[in-house]
C-alpha cells in the first residue's frame, strides 16, 4: 500500500470523526437550550422572585413592583443589534407602557458597568439588572449556558399586578416584542 494513500485514508477518517463529533456537540447544545426554555414559568403561574442590582447600583426586586403591570425581558447582551432595537423600542413606547401602567425591566448577564454605559448611550429611562450568574435567568427558564459562555435568551414576561405570569414572549422578535406587550396590556385590561 502507498504511504500517502494510508495518510489520505487517516485523514478522512479523522475528518468524517470530527464531523460526527461537531454534529453530537451542536445536538447536545440545541437539546440542552430546548430543555431550558420548557423551564420557563407557565402563564398564570407566580413568577419566580428576584433581586438584582441596576445599571445604578440599586436592588430591585419583583416586590419592588407590586400592584403593577411588569414587563421583565431577558435580553442576551448590551450593545448588540438586536438588543439595542429591542431596548429602543420599549425606550420609544415608554410613555405608551407607562399611561397602561407597565414598568419595564431588562436583564442579562452583563455586569453594572456595561449596563450603565448602555444605558446612557441610548437613553434608556428603566432598569437594566445584573444576573452577572444567570441564576435570575435560569429560573425563567431563560439561561442559555454554552458552557464557558452564559447568555440570556431574548424572553420576555408580562407579570401582573398580582405578580403572576400574565403572558410570555419566549425568543421575542426584538423589534415587535414592545408592540406585542402594549396590545397584550390593552385586551387584558379590557377583560
Request: glycine residues 6%; hydrophobic residues 45%.
Amino acid at each position: 500500500m502507498n504511504p500517502a494513500f494510508a495518510i489520505d485514508l487517516d485523514v478522512q477518517a479523522l475528518l468524517k470523526w470530527l464531523a460526527i463529533a461537531v454534529v453530537a456537540i451542536a445536538g447536545l447544545l440545541l437539546w440542552r437550550s430546548v430543555a431550558l426554555a420548557a423551564d420557563a414559568p407557565k402563564v398564570g403561574s407566580p413568577a419566580p422572585s428576584f433581586s438584582l442590582p441596576d445599571q445604578g447600583g440599586k436592588t430591585r426586586s419583583l416586590a419592588d413592583f407590586r400592584n403593577k403591570w411588569l414587563v421583565l425581558y431577558f435580553y442576551p447582551r448590551d450593545d448588540t443589534p438586536g438588543c439595542t432595537r429591542q431596548a429602543c423600542a420599549f425606550r420609544d413606547d415608554w410613555s405608551r407602557l407607562a399611561a397602561l401602567g407597565a414598568q419595564v425591566v431588562g436583564v442579562s448577564v452583563n455586569d453594572v458597568e456595561s449596563h450603565l454605559e448602555f444605558a446612557k448611550e441610548y437613553r434608556l429611562p428603566f432598569p437594566l439588572l445584573a444576573d452577572k450568574g444567570g441564576a435570575v435567568a435560569a429560573r425563567y427558564g431563560s439561561l442559555r449556558n454554552l458552557g464557558l459562555i452564559k447568555l440570556a435568551r431574548r424572553n420576555t414576561f408580562l407579570i401582573d399586578p398580582e405578580g403572576r405570569i400574565a403572558q410570555d414572549y419566549l425568543s421575542a422578535n426584538a423589534s415587535r416584542n414592545s408592540q406585542e406587550v402594549i396590545e397584550d396590556l390593552e385586551r387584558l385590561q379590557h377583560k
